[in-house]
C-alpha cells in the first residue's frame, strides 16, 4: 500500500510539475492576438460568394484542422515545394547565416511549424528575438511554446495576425542591429501581381531602413510537375480545400454539402499561376448566416491561386517596394529559389552650426 501511495504521489507531482511547464512556456510566449474576428471572416466570405465568379479568400484556410492538413500535404511525395526549399535551406545554410548577420530581429510571416526557421536559428546564435506571425492561434502557440524551449536565448514574440494588414510589433528586451523579415514557402505567391506589391511593401516598413528579406519563391516549370503538387493521389489537398466549406458551416451557421464540391487545380500558363477551385457537382442553394448563393452544375468557387516566378520576375516586384537583390539560391533542377533582399539604409548626416542649431543633410 506505501509502494502504490508513493507511486500516485510521484504521479501527482510530475502531472503537476508538466502543468507548471506549460504555464511558464505560454507566459515565455504570451501571444499578441490581432486575428480576423468572426464578423470579419463572415464580411469577407458574403462578399466572396457575391462576385462573379465566386470567390474565397485563402487566408481562412488555417484553422487548427486546416493547419495540420498543410503540414501533411508539405510530406507529399508530389508537393516539391517544401522538400526542395529544405534541401537549399540545409545545403545553403552557412552561406545564409553569414549573409543575413547576427543580431537581428526575425519576423516570420505565415510561420506554420517553423521548420524551415530551426535551420536559420540555429545558426544565427545572436538572434535579439524571434517573431512568428500566423492567422492560427492555436498552432502558433504550439509552435512557439516548442521553440521557446529549444531556444530558451532568444526571445519569442508570437504574433496572431493576418499579416496581409497591418499589425504592431512586439516590443523586444534587447535592441536589434535589424529587422529581417523571413517569407518562405512561396506564400508571395498566393497573392496577385499587385497585391504581392502592396505586401511587400508592407513588409518593407516592418523591416525599416537597411532591413532584410529573406523570400522563398516556386520557379515556372514543367505543367505537369505543377499540376501534381497540387492535385495530389491521396486526396489530402482535397481535404485542405474542402475543410474550409467545413469551417464556414461550422463557424459561420452555413449548410454547404461538403461532398457536393470537386476540387480542382489547374495551371493557367498564361498568368503563371495555379488556380484551386471548389467546383458545384450539382444545382444546389446554400446559406451563410441568412444570405442565399445558388450554385449550377459545373459552377467554381476560386479559393487560391498559386503563381509561379523567374527570379528576374520576382526580383521586379520586389524592387517596386524598394529591394535589391542580394543573393538567390537554388536546387540543382531549378524548381525553388531563396532570394536574400536588402532595404537601402538610410543615413540622416546631421552638421553643428554656429548658432548651435542643427541641420539635416
Given at each position: 500500500?506505501?509502494?502504490?501511495?508513493?507511486q500516485?504521489?510521484?504521479?501527482?507531482?510530475?502531472?503537476?510539475?508538466?502543468?507548471?511547464?506549460?504555464?511558464?512556456?505560454?507566459?515565455?510566449?504570451?501571444?499578441?492576438?490581432?486575428?480576423?474576428?468572426?464578423?470579419?471572416?463572415?464580411?469577407?466570405?458574403v462578399?466572396?460568394?457575391?462576385?462573379?465568379?465566386?470567390?474565397?479568400?485563402?487566408?481562412?484556410f488555417?484553422?487548427?484542422?486546416?493547419?495540420?492538413l498543410?503540414?501533411?500535404?508539405?510530406?507529399?511525395?508530389?508537393?516539391?515545394?517544401?522538400?526542395?526549399?529544405?534541401?537549399i535551406?540545409?545545403?545553403?545554410?552557412?552561406?545564409?547565416?553569414?549573409?543575413?548577420?547576427?543580431?537581428?530581429?526575425?519576423?516570420?510571416?505565415?510561420?506554420?511549424?517553423?521548420?524551415?526557421?530551426?535551420?536559420?536559428?540555429?545558426r544565427?546564435?545572436?538572434?535579439?528575438?524571434?517573431?512568428?506571425?500566423?492567422?492560427?492561434?492555436?498552432?502558433?502557440?504550439?509552435?512557439?511554446?516548442?521553440?521557446?524551449?529549444?531556444?530558451?536565448?532568444?526571445?519569442?514574440?508570437?504574433?496572431?495576425?493576418?499579416?496581409?494588414?497591418?499589425?504592431?510589433?512586439?516590443?523586444?528586451?534587447?535592441?536589434?542591429?535589424?529587422?529581417?523579415?523571413?517569407?518562405?514557402?512561396?506564400t508571395?505567391?498566393?497573392?496577385?501581381?499587385?497585391?504581392?506589391?502592396?505586401?511587400?511593401?508592407?513588409?518593407?516598413?516592418?523591416?525599416?531602413?537597411?532591413?532584410?528579406?529573406?523570400?522563398?519563391?516556386?520557379?515556372?516549370?514543367?505543367?505537369?510537375?505543377?499540376?501534381?503538387?497540387?492535385?495530389?493521389?491521396?486526396?489530402v489537398?482535397?481535404?485542405?480545400?474542402?475543410?474550409?466549406?467545413h469551417?464556414?458551416?461550422?463557424?459561420?451557421?452555413?449548410?454547404?454539402?461538403?461532398?457536393?464540391?470537386?476540387?480542382?487545380?489547374?495551371?493557367?500558363?498564361?498568368?503563371g499561376?495555379?488556380?484551386?477551385?471548389?467546383?458545384?457537382?450539382r444545382?444546389?442553394?446554400?446559406?451563410?448566416?441568412?444570405?442565399t448563393?445558388?450554385?449550377?452544375?459545373?459552377?467554381?468557387?476560386c479559393?487560391?491561386?498559386?503563381?509561379?516566378?523567374?527570379?528576374?520576375?520576382?526580383?521586379?516586384?520586389?524592387?517596386?517596394a524598394?529591394?535589391?537583390?542580394?543573393?538567390?539560391?537554388?536546387?540543382?533542377?531549378?524548381?525553388?529559389?531563396?532570394?536574400?533582399?536588402?532595404?537601402?539604409?538610410?543615413?540622416?548626416?546631421?552638421h553643428?552650426?554656429?548658432?548651435?542649431?542643427?541641420?539635416?543633410?
Amino acid at each position: 500500500m506505501k509502494g502504490c501511495r508513493a507511486q500516485e504521489m510521484r504521479a501527482a507531482l510530475h502531472t503537476a510539475f508538466e502543468a507548471e511547464i506549460r504555464d511558464q512556456m505560454r507566459a515565455l510566449t504570451a501571444i499578441v492576438n490581432k486575428a480576423p474576428d468572426a464578423r470579419t471572416f463572415l464580411d469577407d466570405v458574403v462578399a466572396g460568394l457575391s462576385q462573379t465568379p465566386k470567390r474565397l479568400p485563402s487566408k481562412y484556410f488555417y484553422d487548427e484542422r486546416g493547419s495540420r492538413l498543410f503540414d501533411e500535404i508539405c510530406t507529399l511525395e508530389e508537393y516539391y515545394l517544401t522538400r526542395t526549399e529544405l534541401t537549399i535551406m540545409q545545403q545553403f545554410a552557412e552561406e545564409i547565416a553569414e549573409a543575413l548577420g547576427q543580431g537581428n530581429m526575425l519576423v516570420e510571416y505565415g510561420s506554420g511549424s517553423s521548420l524551415k526557421t530551426r535551420i536559420l536559428l540555429d545558426r544565427l546564435q545572436c538572434t535579439v528575438a524571434y517573431v512568428p506571425v500566423d492567422i492560427s492561434g492555436e498552432h502558433l502557440e504550439q509552435t512557439a511554446g516548442r521553440l521557446a524551449k529549444a531556444y530558451p536565448h532568444i526571445e519569442i514574440l508570437p504574433v496572431c495576425a493576418d499579416f496581409t494588414t497591418e499589425f504592431e510589433l512586439p516590443r523586444s528586451k534587447c535592441t536589434p542591429s535589424q529587422n529581417l523579415a523571413y517569407f518562405p514557402g512561396s506564400t508571395i505567391g498566393n497573392f496577385k501581381p499587385k497585391d504581392a506589391r502592396r505586401l511587400l511593401q508592407r513588409i518593407a516598413s516592418v523591416c525599416g531602413s537597411g532591413g532584410g528579406l529573406l523570400i522563398g519563391i516556386d520557379l515556372q516549370k514543367a505543367i505537369q510537375t505543377i499540376e501534381a503538387a497540387y492535385n495530389d493521389r491521396n486526396g489530402v489537398t482535397m481535404a485542405f480545400n474542402r475543410n474550409l466549406l467545413h469551417r464556414i458551416n461550422r463557424e459561420l451557421d452555413a449548410d454547404f454539402r461538403v461532398d457536393a464540391f470537386e476540387h480542382r487545380a489547374i495551371y493557367n500558363e498564361e498568368l503563371g499561376r495555379v488556380e484551386t477551385y471548389l467546383i458545384s457537382d450539382r444545382h444546389q442553394t446554400v446559406t451563410v448566416d441568412g444570405a442565399t448563393f445558388r450554385f449550377e452544375v459545373g459552377e467554381a468557387i476560386c479559393t487560391e491561386y498559386s503563381h509561379k516566378y523567374t527570379i528576374d520576375g520576382f526580383h521586379a516586384i520586389a524592387a517596386t517596394a524598394g529591394f535589391s537583390l542580394e543573393r538567390a539560391w537554388s536546387d540543382d533542377q531549378e524548381l525553388f529559389a531563396v532570394l536574400h533582399f536588402r532595404l537601402p539604409a538610410i543615413r540622416l548626416n546631421t552638421h553643428k552650426q554656429i548658432d548651435g542649431s542643427t541641420r539635416e543633410d
